[in-house]
T-cell receptor
Framework: DTGVSQDPRHKITKRGQNVTFRCDPISEHNRLYWYRQTLGQGPEFLTY????????KSRLLSDRFSAERPKGSFSTLEIQRTEQGDSAMYLC?????????????FGNGTRLTVT | DAKTTQPPSMDCAEGRAANLPCNHS???????VYWYRQIHSQGPQYIIHGLKNNETNEMASLIITEDRKSSTLILPHATLRDTAVYYCIVRVVGDTGGFKTIFGAGTRLFVKA
């Protein structure tokens, strides 16, 4: 399968713990996006990378959240000191730049439950 | 990016065409219309996009009105597997634009046997 891969699919953690999610985009895609989705809502934009550069962060991304894409390939999203309000599906997507119209290709997400 | 308005839910009989409307009355000239869908427990899936001409692919057809203020996604022969949330999005496209696709709440389509 050459689609976007996310790991783990599910994560249950206790409040106050740190968690890290990984996203492997489609190999030739240089843009990578993180979204968060809560029940009944559409995905909310969190942050975006072009290659290894993080070009935009949403106000939703508090200081407890950090995302990296060190070599312009896979990306990690870390949440420190998790809170119950962080419980959500975290989605990763990738796309090509330069073609302008390139749509987003999403992974199946990591579902986080904070107890 | 312009805002879109979609009905919260729709029903369709299996085998019939599903016509999903989207209003984007504030769309500007350089904004494209994109459609995605999300089946339960999966990430959103790209369906189709267009600027002003009608578009068709193996999944669906996209009809955009002449004034571009609204569009309709057509699934010609809906199946039970087409039950999903369908998102209509407009975004600027370009080398530096279009990087932040904003999703609304979408339309929940129920295909019934």
């Amino acid at each position: 399968d050459t689609g976007v891969s996310q790991d783990p699919r599910h994560k249950i953690t206790k409040r106050g713990q740190n968690v890290t999610f990984r996203c492997d985009p489609i190999s030739e895609h240089n843009r990578l996006y993180w979204y968060r989705q809560t029940l009944g809502q559409g995905p909310e934009f969190l942050t975006y990378f072009q290659n290894e550069a993080q070009l935009e962060k949403s106000r939703l991304l508090s200081d407890r959240f950090s995302a990296e894409r060190p070599k312009g390939s896979f990306s990690t999203l870390e949440i420190q000191r998790t809170e119950q309000g962080d419980s959500a599906m975290y989605l990763c997507a990738s796309s090509l730049s330069g073609t302008g119209q390139s749509p987003l290709h999403f992974g199946n997400g990591t579902r986080l439950t904070v107890t | 990016d312009a805002k879109t308005t979609q009905p919260p839910s729709m029903d369709c009989a299996e085998g019939r065409a599903a016509n999903l409307p989207c209003n984007h009355s504030t769309i500007s000239g350089n904004e494209y219309v994109y459609w995605y869908r999300q089946i339960h427990s999966q990430g959103p899936q790209y369906i189709i996009h267009g600027l002003k001409n009608n578009e068709t692919n193996e999944m669906a057809s996209l009809i955009i009105t002449e004034d571009r203020k609204s569009s309709t996604l057509i699934l010609p022969h809906a199946t039970l597997r087409d039950t999903a949330v369908y998102y209509c999005i407009v975004r600027v496209v370009g080398d530096t634009g279009g990087f932040k696709t904003i999703f609304g709440a979408g339309t929940r389509l129920f295909v019934k046997a």
